[in-house]
């Protein structure tokens, strides 16, 4: 879903096998050269894949940059 709403419920957390996949995507990932910044969507499981990529390849908050940040056009009108 791509309501607000529902982005964060801790129902759309990553599984263990989707955590054992990002961790393995890492590996591939570190075999590249560095990246200096992570674009990530605000679900749930988007977050936690973001953090883990992060805290694994040592990139720093300020270079993590949550989907909304580009004023998503979802979030602005006469309904807010």
């Known amino acids: 879903s791509t309501n ?6 801790v129902e759309n957390k990553l599984s263990d096998n989707g955590r054992a996949q990002v961790l393995q995507t890492i590996k591939t990932l570190e ?39 580009f004023l998503d056009p979802r979030a602005v009108g006469r309904w807010d």
């Open 31 to 69: 075999k590249l050269p560095n990246f200096s910044v992570v674009r990530y969507a605000i679900q749930m499981n988007s977050v936690e894949t973001a953090d883990l990529i992060g805290q694994e390849l040592k990139i720093g908050r300020s270079s993590m940059v949550p989907e909304f940040n």
């Open 4 to 9: 607000p709403l529902f982005a964060t419920n």
